[in-house]
C-alpha cells in the first residue's frame, strides 16, 4: 500500500491563497509584501518634491507687498499683507527707518471695479502694527496714504491664487491610484487574481498620470490669479521708454527753503502720462539727487499724487546746480533711468534736523569732500556716529572695466531696507553715469560687502547706505578708478 505524502495532505487543507503563496519563492513573497508600501512611498515623493513657483520681480499672488513712500518728512515702508481669498480682510501696516512716535498713517482702500471704499488708520514703528480693512473682491485697488499733511495714491491688486487645472490631474491620478490600490489587495484576498491585476494596473497608470503631470508641470502654461491684469500686448521689447519732466516748486528754491520736486513721466510713444510703474525693489520709483560738488545727497521714494506725476517733498541747504535720477520700471518692461536737473539759489543753509529729505550729516561733515575710501589692508582713521569709517577698496585702486569690491564695517547689526542689506550708489564726477548696487546677503552682521565693475577711468562719488535699528545711514567716500593701460 502507498504511504500518504504528509506534505499533500498539509497543502490539501490551505486555502487557495496559502497555497499560491505557498509556491512563491522568498524573494517575490517579500516583494508582494512591500508593493503597497513602495506605492505609497513613492505617492508621498512626487507630493513633496512638486517644483515651487519661482518668485516673479513683481509681486505675486499671496506675497506681500512693500512699497517705499517718502512722507512726512521721514522713510516709511507699507506693507499690504497678501490674502488667501476673498470677501476677507487685508492686512496694512506701516515700517518706519527713521525716529517717530507712533506717526498716525491714515488709509484708505478703494476698488477700481465698484468704488467701494473702507478707510482706517494705522501707526509706523519699527516693527509694523497691522490694520486690517475690509476687501471684497479681487482686482485693481488703490491705496490712499495721508501723513503730515502729504497724500499718496498707491495703486495695486488683490491677488487670489487659483489652483493649478493640472493639480486636479495631479491628486486626481493619485486618489485614483490609492483606490485601485486598496481594491486590487481587498480583490487578491478574496482570491480573484484577475481583477486584482487589473486594479493594480489601474493604480499603475494612475501614479504614471500624476508622475507624469508633476514633471511637465513647469513647462505648462501657469494659470493667472484672480485679480491679475490682463496679459499685455507689448511685443517682446516691452513697453516703449518714458521720458520724464523734472520740475521744482517754485521753480527755483533757495537753500534751507522747502520745496517740492515733480517728476512727471510721458511714454515715448504716445505723449500720454505713464501710469503702469511696477513695484520694483520695494518701490514704484527710486529717487537720487546729489548737488553738483557731491556734498548735498538725497536717496528718497517719491509720492504718486496723480497718473503719471511723482512728488516730493525736500530742503537743500546747498546752493546750485543739483541732478536728479528717477530709477523705475514699467510692468512687463525693464528698469530705466529718467535723468533731470534743477537749481537752488542762494547762499548755503546749515543742515536742520536729519531726515530722509535733506542731505545726510555724514556729506555735510566731511570736511572739503566726500571722505576717500581707504585701500585693503591700510588703517582707517576713527570713525564715529556722524562719520563711520569710510570703505576698503580690493585692489587698493580699481581699474575700469573689471570688477572691485567695496566693503564697509557698519555702525550695528544692519536690517533689511529696500529688500537688501545695503545699497551703494555711485556718481561719475561729471554726473553723467549713475550706478546703483546691492549688497544682498549680510543683513544682522556687522558687515557689507558690494561687487562694482567701474565702467570708465577717472574721479566717483559714492555713498554706501544701510538700515540699522530707527536709522538709515549713509557713508559718504571718493574712488579714483584707473585705466586698464596704466596698470599693465
Known sequence: MTRPDPVRARRAHLSPV?????????????????????????????????????????VAAGADLRVAQTIA????????????????????????????????????LRSVADGRTVTGTAHAGREPRYTALRVERAGPHELRLR???EAAVVPFRVLVERASAWEALIYGGLFTAGLLLVGGLLTGALSRPGPAMLLAGGAAA????????????????PRPPDGAAPTAETGPQGRPFAQGRVATIPARPAAGQEFILRIDLVDGSTGLPVDDLAVHHEALAHLVVTSEDGRAFHHVHPLRTAPGRLEVRMRA?????????????????????????????????PAG??????????????????????????PSPAGSADRPDPPRLHPAVPVAGRPATIELETSGAVRPWLGMAGHLIVRSHDGAFLGHVHEMGSAGTGRLRFTFGFPAAGHYLAWAQYATGDRIVTVPFTVDVAAPEAVR
Request: charged share 15%.
Open 18 to 58: 496559502r497555497a499560491r503563496r505557498a509556491h512563491l519563492s522568498p524573494g517575490r513573497a517579500r516583494a508582494a509584501r512591500l508593493l503597497p508600501v513602495w506605492i505609497a512611498c513613492l505617492a508621498a515623493v512626487l507630493v513633496l518634491v512638486r517644483p515651487v513657483p519661482a518668485e516673479a520681480h513683481v
Open 73 to 108: 518728512g521721514t522713510e516709511l515702508t507699507v506693507v499690504v499683507k497678501g490674502v488667501e481669498r476673498v470677501p476677507g480682510e487685508l492686512r496694512i501696516g506701516v515700517v518706519a527707518y527713521q525716529p517717530v512716535t507712533g506717526l498716525p498713517v491714515g488709509l484708505e
Open 147 to 149: 501723513a503730515g499733511g
Open 206 to 221: 494612475g501614479l504614471t498620470l500624476a508622475f507624469t503631470f508633476v514633471v511637465l508641470e513647469p513647462g505648462l502654461p
Open 317 to 349: 541747504t546747498r546752493p546750485g546746480r543739483h541732478l536728479a535720477y528717477a530709477e523705475l520700471e514699467r510692468q512687463d518692461s525693464g528698469g530705466q533711468l529718467v535723468t533731470g536737473e534743477f537749481t537752488v539759489g542762494g547762499e548755503p543753509s
Open 353 to 378: 534736523p536729519a531726515s530722509a529729505a535733506t542731505e545726510p550729516s555724514p556729506a555735510e561733515s566731511a570736511g572739503p569732500g566726500p571722505a576717500s575710501a581707504t585701500a585693503a589692508g591700510e
